[in-house]
């Protein structure tokens, strides 16, 4: 299994951008599919991105298409979550995670994945 840790989140105001970052602390990434999963205290948790192991196809929940784009850079072992257009609604605990088996067409929930970083905490503020 791939040990996760993430990084970049932080305090943003609405319509600003944060970059997440999430390295493999062991292990390696570039065998996975991997995702960006976000947790709001009274919430629902949605998976928001997911990417394929070679880069080549991605996915996005409705709520964060056209604003959020995911990426991997397999030689640094890293796979990063850039946000744009930040909202209030944004306000979550993101976890990176990587996913278990490949990367069908529709977004992955929860259970489908393997190994999850600590979270990294993003607030925007009005």
């Known amino acids: 299994q791939v040990q996760l840790v993430e990084s970049g989140g932080g305090l943003v105001q609405a319509g600003g951008s944060l970059r997440l970052s999430c390295a493999a602390s062991r292990g390696t990434l570039s065998s996975y599919a991997m995702g960006w999963f976000r947790q709001a205290p009274g919430k629902e948790g949605e998976t928001v991105a997911v990417i394929t192991w070679s880069g080549a196809r991605t996915l996005y929940a409705d709520s964060v298409k056209g604003r959020f784009t995911i990426s991997r850079d397999n030689n640094k072992n890293t796979v990063h979550l850039q946000m744009n257009s930040l909202k209030p609604e944004d306000t979550a605990v993101y976890y990176c995670?990587?996913?278990?088996?490949?990367?069908?067409?529709?977004?992955?929930?929860?259970?489908?994945?393997?190994?999850w970083g600590q979270g990294t905490q993003v607030t925007v503020s009005m």
């Open positions: 995670a990587s996913k278990i088996g490949g990367l069908g067409f529709s977004l992955p929930t929860k259970e489908d994945f393997g190994s």
